[in-house]
């Protein structure tokens, strides 16, 4: 249940960031709005999450996610620059990812 909800923390936190984009410095209501409630809602599921999965395992993949899919996002349709480095920088993001995970949730 607990990695659930943290897609759905995830889903949220991507949403509310593209949302962001689009309000243009919270001068446009609907886009604001969503930005709003996609965070009060991404920050609700990951404090959910908190009660089944280490904070550091949560945490690291909530916002190592976040960063990659934005990034694409912004690359596929924002037409922010794609450039070997850039993609690399997401490579490393997903890699750091997984390498805190492959050190597990207890000692």
């Known amino acids: 249940m ?7 923390a995830i889903a949220a936190e991507i949403a509310a960031t593209t949302a962001m984009k689009y309000s243009e410095g919270f ?3 609907w886009p604001s709005v969503i930005t709003l409630c996609g965070y009060v809602l991404s920050y609700a599921l990951l404090s959910q999450t908190l009660k089944t999965l280490s904070v550091g395992t949560a945490y690291a993949i909530w916002a ?8 694409v ?15 690399a920088g997401i ?6 990812v997984v390498v805190l995970n492959l050190g597990g949730s207890h000692p």
């Open 2 to 8: 607990g990695y659930t909800l943290l897609a759905g």
């Open 27 to 29: 001068t446009r209501l």
């Open 91 to 96: 490579v490393l993001v997903i890699v750091g």
């Open 64 to 71: 190592g996610a976040g960063t990659a899919v934005i990034a």
């Open 73 to 87: 996002i912004g690359m596929l349709f924002l037409h922010e620059p794609v450039s070997p480095v850039r993609l």
